[in-house]
């Protein structure tokens, strides 16, 4: 029987949740989304759990979305682009407004929607060597529903030029972008990742963690709703558009893309 796509671990009431999807760089496709939203919820319901920790196996955190993906999208109707951007809405909302404390171990590259698994997270911690993108437009995507997040998170100046020019950045660069919240060193970060969420665990109230995570949501995110139902909606209508088609078609046949 091959192993889950997702695997879930409780321990000392930390909820270990891991990207197993190594041979695809734990590229998020709807099946991975689906059992990722599930985890959550497990973990959501368990009283025995206080903190979730996102991890990943491999060395990439999530290289965004696969080939067969990219592929299928391309033949979707405005309906079926719709309803999948709602799952990577669901997705994220979850993590976003989950009762639990949410820390990404990040120890590879999170690139485009691995990037925006990250940056939904409460905490980030990230080794030096992790690459970061939100590089959707240079495949003719538009990074829609993260930007409702990331714009809470760093600056306009900085968000325009992370989600304008799709560039990878370093983890150093991350941290002075507020986006990520600890670079730790790879021999490290297990330790120092689990220590921290025994500290919440021993030493914070979980309905005080859970209510003052809702107060600062309520506080930065009062048009989140509003913004994401626009941008599932600009998402869907940017996967029916010639740009897009030629920019995955381009990437699939590994041709430069000529803008």
Same mark, same amino acid.
């Given at each position: 029987?091959?192993?889950?796509?997702?695997?879930?671990?409780?321990?000392?009431?930390?909820?270990?949740?891991?990207?197993?999807?190594?041979?695809?760089?734990?590229?998020?496709?709807?099946?991975?989304?689906?059992?990722?939203?599930?985890?959550?919820?497990?973990?959501?319901?368990?009283?025995?759990?206080?903190?979730?920790?996102?991890?990943?196996?491999?060395?990439?955190?999530?290289?965004?979305?696969?080939?067969?993906?990219?592929?299928?999208?391309?033949?979707? !109707?405005?309906? #079926?682009?719709?309803?999948?951007?709602?799952?990577?809405? &669901? +997705?994220?909302?979850?993590? *976003?407004? /989950?009762?639990?404390?949410?820390?990404?171990?990040?120890?590879?590259?999170?690139?485009?929607?691995?990037?925006?698994?990250?940056?939904?997270?409460?905490?980030?911690?990230?080794?030096?060597?992790?690459?970061?993108?939100?590089?959707?437009?240079?495949?003719?995507?538009?990074?829609?529903?993260?930007?409702?997040?990331?714009?809470?998170?760093?600056?306009?100046?900085?968000?325009?030029?992370?989600?304008?020019?799709?560039?990878?950045?370093?983890?150093?660069?991350?941290?002075?972008?507020?986006?990520?919240?600890?670079? !730790?060193?790879? #021999?490290?970060?297990?330790?120092?990742?689990?220590?921290? &969420? +025994?500290?919440?665990?021993? *030493?914070? /109230?979980?309905?005080?963690?859970?209510?003052?995570?809702?107060?600062?949501?309520?506080?930065?995110?009062?048009?989140?709703?509003?913004?994401?139902?626009?941008?599932?909606?600009?998402?869907?209508?940017?996967?029916?558009?010639?740009?897009?088609?030629?920019?995955?078609?381009?990437?699939?046949?590994?041709?430069?893309?000529?803008?």
């Amino acid at each position: 029987m091959p192993e889950s796509l997702v695997l879930y671990h409780v321990e000392e009431r930390i909820c270990e949740i891991t990207l197993n999807r190594i041979d695809k760089k734990n590229a998020l496709n709807p099946e991975l989304v689906n059992l990722l939203k599930k985890a959550i919820q497990q973990a959501n319901d368990d009283k025995g759990v206080k903190v979730i920790v996102l991890k990943a196996n491999g060395d990439c955190f999530s290289a965004g979305a696969d080939l067969a993906y990219l592929q299928q999208l391309q033949q979707n !109707t405005y309906e #079926e682009n719709l309803a999948d951007s709602e799952n990577l809405k &669901a +997705l994220f909302t979850a993590i *976003n407004y /989950s009762g639990k404390t949410v820390i990404a171990q990040v120890e590879g590259h999170a690139i485009a929607g691995g990037c925006g698994l990250a940056t939904v997270c409460d905490f980030v911690f990230a080794v030096p060597e992790a690459k970061f993108g939100y590089t959707e437009v240079k495949l003719g995507f538009v990074p829609a529903i993260v930007a409702c997040f990331l714009m809470q998170k760093t600056s306009l100046t900085i968000a325009k030029k992370l989600l304008l020019t799709g560039e990878l950045f370093s983890a150093e660069e991350a941290l002075q972008y507020n986006l990520i919240t600890y670079v !730790t060193k790879s #021999e490290e970060i297990n330790q120092i990742v689990r220590n921290f &969420a +025994l500290d919440l665990c021993n *030493n914070s /109230s979980a309905n005080s963690l859970q209510k003052t995570k809702m107060l600062i949501n309520e506080i930065a995110y009062n048009n989140l709703n509003a913004n994401l139902d626009y941008a599932v909606k600009l998402n869907a209508e940017v996967r029916q558009s010639n740009d897009f088609n030629k920019g995955i078609s381009a990437f699939l046949n590994k041709q430069k893309i000529e803008w």
